[in-house]
């Protein structure tokens, strides 16, 4: 693995400056407006590197802030929200209406005073 520094020249139009600028400052979701000021701080010509290191309140890895300007290149404001079907599946999962009836008994049990059978 390198140290080399990774530049990517990201021409924003004022227009794509703005919205970032909306997310950055308002989008509910936290992970939005860390992206948005990744985004923004590479468009001011910093290395992809030190703002993954230094610019953001976690550190990243080069390689994702890296990810974030190529989704939102091709893709938009869009690409930069979190992908469906990301994180490990449930290895089981009890029909729901199993989970609901065994909640029902476990309630009733701890609120009765007769012994249990």
């Known amino acids: 693995k ?3 520094m990774i530049v990517i020249d990201i ?11 909306q997310v950055l400052v308002s989008h509910p979701k936290p992970y939005m407006r860390e992206r948005a ?13 030190d ?15 890296g990810k974030w300007i190529h989704r939102y290149q091709t893709e938009g404001i869009e690409g930069l929200y979190h992908r469906k079907g ?5 290895s089981f999962s009890p029909p729901e ?4 009836a ?15 059978l």
């Open 11 to 21: 021409r924003l139009t004022q227009t794509a400056v703005s919205e970032l600028e």
């Open 97 to 100: 209406s199993t989970r609901s």
């Open 102 to 116: 065994r909640t029902v008994i476990n309630d009733r049990s701890a609120q009765s005073d007769e012994p249990r």
């Open 51 to 65: 703002v993954s290191q230094n610019g953001l309140l976690v550190k990243r890895d080069a390689h994702t802030v």
């Open 2 to 4: 390198t140290d080399k």
């Open 86 to 90: 990301r994180g490990r599946k449930a």
């Open 37 to 49: 000021s990744a985004l923004l701080k590479v468009a001011q010509g910093n290395y992809i590197k």
